[in-house]
């Protein structure tokens, strides 16, 4: 297990990827643990943290319990796409724990709105639950944030929050698991039910989205970039059963852009690059080649590649000739239910 030595001001370089990003400087451990206290709200009584009943199974037992995005994620320090992942717009009540190990993390009653597309938090549910340690992954001084028994990659944490703390706990979805509130005594959680006695907010916390990852200052580029990344692409049931095979691909959901049938695909670049992608794509829509297909593109480097990939001389240009490319937001698309 890492831990982070205490450290007090830390230098960010910019990176141009989209994401969340430290402000000025890091907090140090010193700082997360000053400043999130026990994790409990005031006068709210705080379970006692013991790591020993969280035990982590090993990891070929964690590939096959685990979802590819939630292995990728909590165990390889992926990071996952925002917007469009399990909690960011989450605000039942109820508590978050550890995908891996059961182990309690956050509370919804620490959740907040903070306008980057990943769940937020001020705080852990208590101490000695999350640990930190520095990470310069990205060419940067960050604050990484692992669970206290598991290990698990969580996310980062930034001195940018709002009120009690100051805190923002940027926090993949992909390495937590929702507990709701009128399950906690059923799955074992019944001692933080206290938590939530009186009147539980039916409605989230007010937002906080003044942070240099939703709002990244003039001239600057936001960092903690998401390491996967994301494809909208025309096609039904075969076309999402036909990308699920493909080495590199974590998921593919069914669902509609603009009332027509489109698959998302979660996929990582280190393992198909998207140019390759949309090709593979393009083989498994081959069989009604007279029929339009769409590219739905959502940055300038995925349209950059998407024209030059549609307008390739060769031969599989027939096959390109259908191809259109369209621009929608990935929160254009809406996954048809089970």
Known sequence: MRYLDAYATLVVMSLSAPGCRVSSAAPAES????????????????PAASASQYVKPARDELRRK????????????????????????????????DVATGEPLFSSLDKFESGTGWPSFTRPIE??????????????MRTEVRSGAGDSHLGHVFDDGPPPTRLRYC???ASLRFV????????????????????????????????????????EQPGCAATLDTALLAGGRKTRDALSSLPGVLEVVWGTVAHSEAVRVVFDPKQIAYGELIEKWARTEAADASATRVVYVATDDQRRIAEDWA???????????????????VTAFTPTPP
């Not at 101490?127 to 940067?140: A, E, K, N, Y």
């Not at 001692?191 to 009186?198: C, D, E, N, V």
């Not at 599989?316 to 490319?325: E, K, P, Y």
Request: hydrophobic share 35%; glycine share 8%.
């Open 180 to 219: 709701p509130l009128d399950r906690l005594a059923a799955e074992g959680y019944g001692a933080y039910r206290a938590r939530f006695a009186g009147p539980v907010p039916e409605s989230p916390a007010p937002a906080s989205t003044v942070n240099a990852c939703a709002t990244p200052p003039p001239g």
């Open 31 to 46: 700082q997360v643990t000053a400043n999130a206290a026990s994790g409990a709200r005031d006068g709210s009584p705080a």
């Open 311 to 329: 307008t390739r001389t060769g031969p599989s240009a027939a096959r390109r000739a259908h191809i259109v490319v369209h621009t929608a937001n």
């Open 127 to 140: 101490d000695g639950r999350v640990v930190s340690h520095s990470d310069m992954s990205l060419g940067m």
């Open 66 to 97: 685990l979802t590819p995005i939630q292995f990728e994620v909590s165990q390889n320090d992926a990071t996952e796409p925002p917007f469009h992942n399990e909690f960011w717009d989450n605000h039942a009540p109820g508590i978050y724990v």
């Open 171 to 173: 926090i993949n979805s």
